[in-house]
């Protein structure tokens, strides 16, 4: 099997179609199709269904897909190990939320900027499941996650620290200065995020075992925060983003605890064997958030 149809193979079996995994690629659609074709005749076998303008995976397809991706990290790995001459060097994938890109990763970011310059790092902005079928489908080398489970099916997972959380209102608001009580909050107008935070489901989760609950939804944590501010309600946030505010007082915290944890974690689809690079991300990121506390 020539590697380049692996590759191909891979990127088409990760995006179930031609037409993406030759503009990923940067080929003709119709090179995509022959390579494929070409090494489902040195198999002797179909690697895909195609079902109209949809495809999927054959049982052969399936079997050779793990063994597609080890090949392909083995190769990855080999080049770097002779051509960095020990300095880090590659591409690495990372998908991760608002809250973390925005509050905690900046300095990670600047060390690889100036310290690892050959690593190429790409992040893209995803929650929840959505981050963990792309690391399953191998769409992103790692991810960050924020959730209160820590183990995950199909994924390795390296717990990186328990992520606070705070519930803000603006300066005045009717629950400041007591300790409010779950079923106190649903007397006032609740403000959240888009579902599928962690925190936002665990909380409405918790509400809903005293009575219904309704949000004002906020497509991110800034609007979230402005719209705290002016008084229109309650929101449930990563202390770490609320905290300039709470600081400089234009968001108070209210003394309400959620009866739930949350673990910031880095993930990895499970017998991915990690290149320098990602190892090397991995380490900086433990370091950084045990420095952050």
Not at 68 to 82: N, Y
Not at 166 to 189: K, N, Q, S
Request: proline share 6%; glycine share 6%.
């Amino acid at each position: 099997m020539e590697l380049r149809l692996l590759v191909t193979f891979e990127k088409v079996a990760t995006v179930l179609s031609f037409t993406r995994a030759a503009a990923e690629l940067k080929y003709a659609q119709s090179s995509v199709t022959s390579q494929i074709r070409a090494l489902e005749s040195d198999l002797g076998t179909e690697l895909f269904d195609r079902l109209g303008s949809r495809i999927r995976l054959t049982e052969a397809g399936e079997r050779l897909l793990p063994y597609a991706r080890r090949v392909l990290e083995l190769t990855e790995e080999a080049r770097a190990a002779v051509t960095s001459a020990g300095e880090p060097e590659g591409s690495l994938t990372v998908g991760t939320m608002e809250s973390l890109t925005n509050h905690r990763l900046p300095p990670l970011l600047e060390l690889f900027h100036h310290r690892y310059p050959k690593v190429r790092l790409s992040f893209r902005t995803t929650i929840g499941d959505e981050t963990r079928r792309a690391l399953r489908q191998g769409t992103y080398d790692l991810g960050f996650l924020m959730e209160a489970e820590t183990e995950h099916p199909g994924l390795e997972t390296e717990v990186l620290a328990p992520e606070p959380l705070a519930l803000i209102a603006a300066p005045g608001h009717p629950l400041t200065g007591g300790t409010p009580t779950t079923a106190d909050l649903l007397a006032h107008p609740l403000l959240a995020t888009e579902p599928g935070c962690a925190y936002r489901d665990l909380f409405e989760r918790e509400l809903k075992k005293h009575a219904p609950v309704s949000f004002m939804e906020f497509g991110t944590i800034e609007a979230t925060k402005r719209a705290t501010a002016t008084g229109l309600g309650v929101a449930l946030l990563p202390e770490v983003t609320v905290a300039a505010e709470l600081a400089e007082g234009s968001l108070v915290r209210l003394d309400w605890q959620p009866p739930f944890t949350l673990w910031t974690q880095l993930a990895w689809r499970a017998e991915k064997r990690l290149p320098a690079h990602a190892r090397l991300f991995l380490e900086q990121a433990r370091k950084l958030l045990a420095e952050q506390g």
